[in-house]
Each structure stands twice: as structure tokens, then as C-alpha cells.
């Protein structure tokens, strides 16, 4: 009698066990986004639609590109309000934001899109002078102390396969960066202690193809290339989708 009680109380043991994992497994329903400099947070509007019609509850931050520690405080602000496990995704400089960021105990996994994927000690200036980018845009403030890209350039560097009228407003409504936020240092990568996904840009002028690839690999990350510009969470956001959906059922795992 004792050994069949044992037997059924391992029995439910495990029946608990498979359903918590089972839970685990469908609990990351939350997205955090974070968008890249020179830009906001509208042009993933796409995305946001696709994983939010397929149940998944999307956040875009909108930081305000100052500096590499505002910009984690604002994103760890956003992660605060989250109920539940979320994948924090980065493009561009944003991949700076979440690589600190992504300590948070919100974090489940981290999606790098077309971004900078720092250790511990780089800095946005520092891997971009190491691989240059094909597009030369990049232009001071004349106070020194912002970034932003030549208008003249913004279509052929930042999205060249978006409509030509599309990329002109970009370029008019870009949002300068804070020369500090490039130049900051990388504290230990959130990468090292959590999975991690990223989305290579095969005809990006901004971050070049390879740099991305080099990161990616260095981090773990499982890598998806798409032929796109570095906006190609704006010209290819099915596909970009997908990847974030992937890592939101892989986390869970």
C-alpha cells in the first residue's frame, strides 16, 4: 500500500513538474522593443501589429538617446510595468541598450536586430571604427555634441529598400544622438547569462554585414539573415516578427 501511494505521489510529481514546464514553455508573451539612433520607435509600428495579432503584448521604449546610462534606466523602466517573462529586442544602438538592459529579471532573451552586440568595455565607436560601414553619413553637431546622419544620405545608407518618400521624412524627423551615448563603455553583457537571437542585415551600410555576424557569434546568438537595409525592421517586418515570436517560444523553453 505505502509503495503504491509513493508510486502515485511521483506520478503526480512529475504530471506537476511536465505542467510547469509546459507553462514555462507558453509564459514569454511579452515584447519590449527598443529602437536604434537617428530614429523612434514608430517605424517598428509593423512589427508591433504582426506580434500583437498573433496574442503577444508589444512595448516599444522611447529613450532619449543622451546617454548610454539613460537610455538603460528609461528601458528598465518599461521592463518594470511587464507581468511576466519578456524578450527585450534592440536594433542598431539599441543593441547597446539591451545588452546592458538585459539583466533585468524581467528578461527571458535578448533579439539583436541589425545591432551592436557589445562585451564587456566596447563601446558603439570603438566596433564600428573596426569594421566601417559602407555609408559615410555620419555627421557632427556644430556644438560637438550629437550625431546625426546627412539628410542627403539617410535613404542609401539607413533604408534603402523603403520608398523613397518614406525615407525623406525619416530623415527629416531622425533624432540626433548624444555623442556620449556612442562613446560609452559596455558593462558585462546581459548575452553571457541568457539566450540571445539576432537578425543580420545582409545590406546594411550602417553596421557593416560582418561586424554583425562576428558579434553574433562571439555571443551565442542564433542568427537569422534577411537581404535587407538596416531598417529592416520597417522593409522586412514579417520576417522580423518571426524572428522575435521564435525567441519568445525558445525562451520558454
Same mark, same amino acid.
Request: hydrophobic share 45%; charged share 20%.
Given at each position: 500500500?505505502?509503495?503504491r501511494?509513493?508510486?502515485? !505521489?511521483?506520478?503526480?510529481?512529475?504530471?506537476?513538474?511536465?505542467?510547469?514546464?509546459?507553462a514555462r514553455?507558453?509564459?514569454?508573451?511579452?515584447i519590449?522593443?527598443?529602437?536604434?539612433?537617428?530614429? %523612434?520607435?514608430?517605424?517598428w509600428?509593423?512589427?508591433?501589429?504582426?506580434?500583437?495579432?498573433?496574442?503577444?503584448?508589444?512595448t516599444?521604449?522611447?529613450?532619449?538617446?543622451?546617454?548610454?546610462?539613460?537610455?538603460?534606466?528609461?528601458?528598465?523602466?518599461?521592463? %518594470?510595468?511587464?507581468q511576466?517573462? &519578456?524578450?527585450?529586442?534592440?536594433?542598431?544602438?539599441?543593441?547597446?541598450?539591451?545588452? $546592458?538592459?538585459?539583466?533585468h529579471?524581467?528578461?527571458a532573451?535578448?533579439?539583436?536586430?541589425?545591432?551592436?552586440q557589445? %562585451?564587456?568595455?566596447?563601446?558603439l565607436?570603438?566596433?564600428? !571604427?573596426? &569594421?566601417?560601414p559602407a555609408?559615410?553619413?555620419?555627421? $557632427? &553637431?556644430?556644438?560637438?555634441?550629437?550625431?546625426?546622419?546627412?539628410?542627403?544620405?539617410?535613404h542609401? %545608407?539607413f533604408a534603402?529598400?523603403?520608398?523613397?518618400?518614406?525615407?525623406?521624412?525619416?530623415?527629416?524627423?531622425?533624432?540626433?544622438?548624444a555623442?556620449?551615448a556612442?562613446?560609452?563603455?559596455?558593462?558585462?553583457?546581459?548575452?553571457? !547569462?541568457?539566450?540571445s537571437?539576432?537578425?543580420?542585415?545582409?545590406?546594411?551600410?550602417?553596421?557593416?554585414?560582418?561586424?554583425?555576424?562576428?558579434?553574433?557569434?562571439?555571443?551565442?546568438?542564433?542568427?537569422?539573415?534577411?537581404?535587407? !537595409?538596416?531598417?529592416?525592421?520597417?522593409?522586412?517586418?514579417?520576417?522580423?516578427?518571426?524572428?522575435?515570436?521564435?525567441a519568445?517560444?525558445?525562451?520558454?523553453?
Amino acid at each position: 500500500m505505502m509503495q503504491r501511494r509513493h508510486l502515485a !505521489s511521483l506520478a503526480l510529481a512529475v504530471a506537476a513538474g511536465a505542467m510547469a514546464t509546459t507553462a514555462r514553455a507558453a509564459a514569454v508573451r511579452n515584447i519590449v522593443i527598443v529602437h536604434g539612433a537617428l530614429a %523612434d520607435g514608430s517605424g517598428w509600428r509593423r512589427v508591433a501589429d504582426i506580434l500583437g495579432a498573433r496574442g503577444l503584448n508589444v512595448t516599444v521604449v522611447q529613450q532619449p538617446i543622451t546617454s548610454l546610462a539613460e537610455d538603460v534606466a528609461a528601458t528598465r523602466r518599461v521592463l %518594470d510595468l511587464q507581468q511576466g517573462p &519578456t524578450i527585450l529586442v534592440g536594433h542598431s544602438y539599441g543593441g547597446m541598450v539591451i545588452t $546592458e538592459a538585459g539583466h533585468h529579471e524581467a528578461v527571458a532573451g535578448l533579439v539583436y536586430v541589425a545591432a551592436f552586440q557589445p %562585451d564587456r568595455g566596447e563601446s558603439l565607436i570603438g566596433l564600428a !571604427s573596426g &569594421t566601417p560601414p559602407a555609408g559615410q553619413g555620419i555627421r $557632427e &553637431t556644430r556644438d560637438g555634441q550629437y550625431f546625426y546622419l546627412d539628410p542627403a544620405a539617410f535613404h542609401a %545608407d539607413f533604408a534603402a529598400d523603403l520608398p523613397r518618400a518614406e525615407t525623406d521624412f525619416l530623415a527629416r524627423s531622425q533624432v540626433f544622438a548624444a555623442k556620449a551615448a556612442f562613446t560609452s563603455a559596455a558593462g558585462e553583457p546581459a548575452w553571457r !547569462s541568457k539566450r540571445s537571437w539576432a537578425v543580420v542585415a545582409t545590406e546594411d551600410r550602417s553596421i557593416n554585414p560582418e561586424l554583425e555576424r562576428r558579434m553574433a557569434r562571439r555571443a551565442g546568438s542564433t542568427v537569422t539573415e534577411i537581404a535587407a !537595409s538596416h531598417a529592416v525592421f520597417a522593409s522586412q517586418p514579417e520576417k522580423v516578427a518571426a524572428v522575435v515570436e521564435a525567441a519568445a517560444q525558445g525562451a520558454g523553453r
